[in-house]
């Protein structure tokens, strides 16, 4: 599978009729940018969903 998707990256970056380095390179820091962004989001909304179910098995809702 690994395999496969290295053969298909470098088959796109050899491929002229595409985007350039310099387009490949900006599109991969915006696509980086986002998941890294997506996933603080995530990993807090998640944290926080989890505290209350804790806290609404608990009996403690206080907080809910």
């Known amino acids: 599978m690994l395999r496969e998707f290295i053969n298909q990256m470098s088959a796109l970056l050899q491929d002229e009729a ?3 380095s310099t387009e490949y390179s900006t ?11 997506m996933s603080d989001a995530l990993t807090s ?5 989890f ?5 609404a098995v608990a009996g403690d809702d206080a907080d809910v």
């Open 51 to 55: 505290d209350n179910v804790i806290n």
């Open 27 to 37: 599109m991969g820091g915006a696509m980086a940018g986002g998941v890294f962004s």
């Open 45 to 49: 909304a998640s944290g926080t969903a």
């Open 18 to 20: 595409g985007l350039t």
